[in-house]
């Protein structure tokens, strides 16, 4: 996640860090080279049919509320998975705090408390496909959930199991029994929340046809362009071809919110906020904050 000031003029022309740029430069050079071609073409050796600007004028302002609608779309997945994650770090610090309150044997709070920086740990690494972390086992080492089939499960169902030895015996009185119970049910709502975003993403048909009258749209749109524009075609091409391919790219990094690409969520971030949290329960030095680096977050 990018994190930074409003940029200056200088930064607004230049600044490449978080920019989709770099990923849709071939496509932009690509476009322009063949208007550069079509408009060699029309003043030098034949000249090519010249249509009228007013069909392109509907198909981009089509393309524009399609592309307008998708990126609603999927920034509504990236919000909506940034208030889950929101909520984690509410309910595990609720946990923490509830831990300390209602379990009275030492040993067994530390180790739902542990539990839980391992549940968080594990289910970042599901969300981004990433092998088991050793966060996870720097802070609960008596178990390796990477080797089970779901590790954010295995690591909640062990907290549920501890949180039912506490009850068994008797250090964990019914109201506390029932606030601890209530608050993993939170938190496994949250979880199965961003695990349907993740493995839900938005309908291929739209990705498809996006990209597909993108493409035809900048390809054809010089033949509007020769008869007015002349050799200053190629670029108005690059600039038409920078706004589609820019929103289309921008709408494919937020429809997943859990990568780890400049606009992904800072999961790594909110992850040490909750060790941060769990420091003084566990008696711990707690580490230091993550910081930005070039502007990224990660």
Not at 156 to 179: H, P, S, V
Not at 274 to 281: K, L, Q, R, V, Y
Not at 285 to 294: H, T
């Amino acid at each position: 996640m990018i994190l930074r000031d409003k940029p200056g003029l200088l930064q607004l022309l230049f600044a490449l860090r978080g920019s989709v740029l770099p990923h849709i430069l071939p496509r932009i050079v690509g476009v322009t080279m063949i208007a550069a071609a079509l408009t060699a073409v029309d003043i030098h050796a034949a000249p090519l049919t010249h249509t009228s600007a007013a069909p392109f004028a509907v198909f981009g302002v089509a393309l524009s509320l399609f592309l307008g609608f998708r990126n609603n779309a999927a920034y509504d997945r990236w919000w909506e998975a940034r208030k889950l994650w929101g909520q984690l770090v509410a309910d595990c610090r609720a946990l923490a705090r509830e831990a300390t309150l209602f379990i009275e044997d030492d040993a067994r709070r530390e180790t739902v408390q542990r539990l839980t920086l391992a549940f968080i740990h594990h289910h970042r690494a599901q969300l981004r496909g990433l092998p088991a972390p050793q966060a996870a086992r720097r802070w609960y080492e008596a178990e390796d959930f990477g080797t089970v089939p779901h590790p954010p499960c295995a690591a909640l169902n062990r907290l549920n199991d501890e949180i039912i030895a506490a009850k068994q015996d008797g250090t964990i009185d019914g109201f506390g029994l029932r606030a601890l119970s209530e608050r993993t049910g939170r938190i496994a709502l949250a979880q199965a929340g961003c695990e349907r975003i993740a493995t839900t993403p938005l309908p291929y048909v739209y990705s498809l046809l996006v990209f597909r009258t993108t493409y035809l749209y900048c390809l054809l749109v010089p033949l509007a362009l020769l008869g007015s524009a002349g050799w200053m075609t190629p670029a108005f091409v690059a600039m038409i071809a920078y706004a589609f391919f820019g929103l289309a790219e921008v709408t494919e990094e937020l429809a997943h919110p859990f990568g780890e690409t400049v606009n992904g969520l800072p999961l790594d971030a909110m992850c040490r906020t909750i060790e941060i949290s769990f420091a003084p329960h566990l008696g711990v030095e707690p580490p230091a904050r993550l910081s930005p680096k070039n502007y990224y977050l990660s």
